[in-house]
């Protein structure tokens, strides 16, 4: 809306004999019976837009639409101080103009903003209090990352006035009103107490390394961090959103035809099955069977299969976790296996095991027999620059060191090769060579020692980064 310059000069010429008065020690209404309202700056009869912008333009040297006006009248009613630096009057000079800016922006005062002396809520200054602004408010202030803390506990403690894990709270109460009030909100603290659960974030990710997808229960992701000692709960989006936490050297992770979650516990040699809403142990299984679980797969048929490192084969367990039989046994074979990483069903015909020792992947029937080998000397690369050594189509490296297997809703088979850092693609029928994807490197998008593979619904391949909190989600070509 384009203003009048006659009506602006006017205002500023009012306002100059009001300014040398105060000046001087003198209230520009002592000889007044009664406050003076001046929220109609444009002397039209009525407190409205027009007002707020030229209140905008000659106190705030700001554009009207660029004001976080709920940020303002929240300031001037909690501080009186505060609204005469601004415009050297009172508030109640500029009652109806305050009153406009409420119910117009719909604003409204907490008990903690209207205690606040100094608001700080706003720490990046976007004109905003919400979540952005409370992760800076737990790096600066609580020297913690946002997802670990308890926000509601905060809440409580600080309007209590106790100490917030050996703090004082009180400056919090007195600076940060409105980021209270945000936190109240978003996290719904004043809500109905919400159920017990073991599955409160507590730590943050350093090594993770397995990944399974509770896409057809929760639309979550679980991934293990053994150096945590922890199974870590991602949302779809990949928001870190909880923690099974106490376990030993967890590898293995997937989730069973109920739901539940099973971790394959290294250190303490068995599989443990958790419920993935509160965190409860509800079962353990595979005690005095397994060494080393160092993957976990669910069949379509609920039946689970832990493939075991140190014991050289993949123990098969029913849904109700009986074992059932046992896959390969050490040696390098036509059946053997040494150091077995990872198993995948393909078409619930057979049963595809990386071998890890033998630069190989075994090829069983649901009997466990042994069907075939599938081995891998690499591809050259193609229309290859003798000077840089770079190729248009890049070579595939022989097998190294497997370490995770995979299929897409194509029936392609996913090979992850640790040492190479990348994924080799197959037809599990014949195993011809299709294509890879994957490099080495520490930035995003590229893998340093991958651990785990997983094609998402979809599509795309999740891979973890490898020695790192990274999981990177990369196309398939």
């Avoid at 008065?21 to 007044?32: C, D, I, N, V």
């Avoid at 142990?281 to 993957?295: C, D, H, Q, R, W």
């Avoid at 976990?296 to 832990?306: A, E, R, S």
């Avoid at 022989?398 to 037809?427: E, I, K, W």
């Amino acid at each position: 809306m384009e203003m009048n310059t006659s009506i602006y000069g006017s205002i500023r010429q009012a306002l100059v004999p009001i300014m040398l008065l105060l000046a001087l020690g003198l209230s520009p209404l002592t000889q007044a019976a009664t406050v003076v309202d001046r929220s109609d700056l444009d002397n039209d009869g009525r407190v409205d837009t027009l007002d707020l912008e030229i209140f905008a333009d000659v106190y705030l040297d700001q554009d009207s639409q660029t004001v976080n006006w709920c940020n303002f009248y929240e300031s001037s009613i909690a501080n009186e101080k505060y609204f005469r630096s601004v415009t050297s009057d009172k508030t109640a000079n500029h009652k109806q103009l305050l009153d406009f800016i409420a119910v117009s922006y719909d604003c409204q005062t907490t008990a903690a903003a209207t205690s606040s002396t100094n608001d700080k809520s706003d720490l990046n200054g976007d004109s905003f209090v919400d979540l952005d602004d409370v992760i800076l408010f737990s790096e600066a202030y609580l020297e913690r990352n946002w997802q670990t803390v308890d926000w509601c506990l905060f809440y409580d403690s600080t309007l209590a006035g106790d100490d917030f894990e050996g703090r004082s709270t009180k400056y919090y109460l007195r600076h940060f009103g409105r980021l209270l009030s945000f936190i109240n909100e978003h996290f719904i603290c004043d809500g109905p107490e919400p159920p017990s659960t073991d599955v409160l974030l507590e730590n943050v990710p350093k090594n993770l390394v397995r990944i399974a997808d509770g896409a057809f229960f929760t639309s979550d992701y679980y991934v293990t961090d053994p150096t945590v000692g922890s199974v870590f709960i991602y949302d779809a989006d990949w928001v870190l959103k909880g923690e099974i936490k106490a376990l030993n050297k967890p590898l293995g992770v997937a989730i069973d035809s109920q739901g539940r979650v099973l971790v394959g516990n290294n250190g303490r040699d068995n599989i443990e099955v958790y419920d993935p809403a509160t965190g409860e142990l509800l079962a353990v299984f595979g005690e005095s069977l397994i060494k080393m679980p160092t993957a976990i797969t669910v069949d379509g048929l609920g039946n689970i299969y832990v493939t075991d490192s140190l014991n050289n084969n993949v123990r098969v367990f029913d849904p109700s976790y009986i074992l059932v039989r046992t896959i390969g046994q050490r040696g390098d074979g036509e059946g053997g296996l040494d150091f077995p990483v990872d198993a995948e069903i393909v078409d619930m015909q057979e049963i595809f095991v990386a071998d890890q020792g033998n630069d190989r992947v075994q090829v069983y029937d649901f009997n466990g027999n042994w069907l075939r080998s599938m081995t891998f000397e690499g591809t050259e690369g193609q229309n290859c620059n003798w000077f840089t050594g770079e190729c248009e189509i890049p070579g595939a490296p022989a097998f190294n060191r497997l370490q995770a297997l995979d299929t897409d809703s194509l029936g392609q088979l996913h090979v992850l090769d640790n040492f190479a850092a990348s994924v080799v693609m197959f037809d599990p029928a014949d195993g011809t060579f299709l294509n890879t994807y994957g490099q080495y490197g520490t930035d995003a998008g590229s893998l340093r020692v991958p651990m785990d593979v997983l094609i998402s619904t979809t599509g795309s391949a999740l891979v973890t980064a490898g020695n790192s909190d990274r999981v990177e989600d990369l196309p398939i070509p």
